[in-house]
């Protein structure tokens, strides 16, 4: 079992930056592949980034890639993901969630999840 729990959601004007992150807690967190995920209203959930936790490997959405930065503590068992350059498309709660599999970029394949996070990009 895998338990998440994120934070550090909350309102930004465009162009700004937040900071998400992830607590886990868990047996042998070094398996797993930790993904961010985001769902905005009436559209699916779509993969945003992947961090390994043994090696650091990071994977991210071509829709992100330059903006954010998905790292990892291992220490503090947490996962961050740095959002950069926010625009309005960014809005959306953010998810947090936990699989085996490397690459993994479809909600499916992930096993574990947090509750989300709010983000939302003003213009």
């Known amino acids: 079992q895998v338990q998440l729990v994120e934070s550090g959601g909350g309102l930004v004007q465009a162009g700004g930056s937040l900071r998400l992150s992830c607590v886990a807690s868990?047996?042998?967190?070094?398996?797993?592949?930790m993904g961010w995920f985001r769902q905005a209203p009436g559209k699916e959930r779509e993969f945003v980034a992947a961090?390994?936790?043994?090696?650091?490997?990071?994977y991210y959405a071509d829709s992100v890639k330059g903006r954010f930065t998905i790292s990892r503590d291992n220490t503090k068992l947490t996962v961050a993901l740095q959002m950069n350059s926010l625009n309005s498309e960014d809005t959306a709660v953010y998810y947090c969630?936990?699989?085996?599999?490397?690459?993994?970029?479809?909600?499916?394949?992930?096993?574990?999840w947090g509750q989300g996070t709010q983000v939302t990009v003003s213009s």
């Open positions: 868990g047996r042998t967190l070094s398996r797993y592949v």
């Open positions: 961090i390994r936790w043994s090696a650091g490997n990071t």
């Open positions: 969630a936990a699989t085996l599999l490397w690459v993994a970029t479809m909600s499916g394949q992930y096993d574990y």
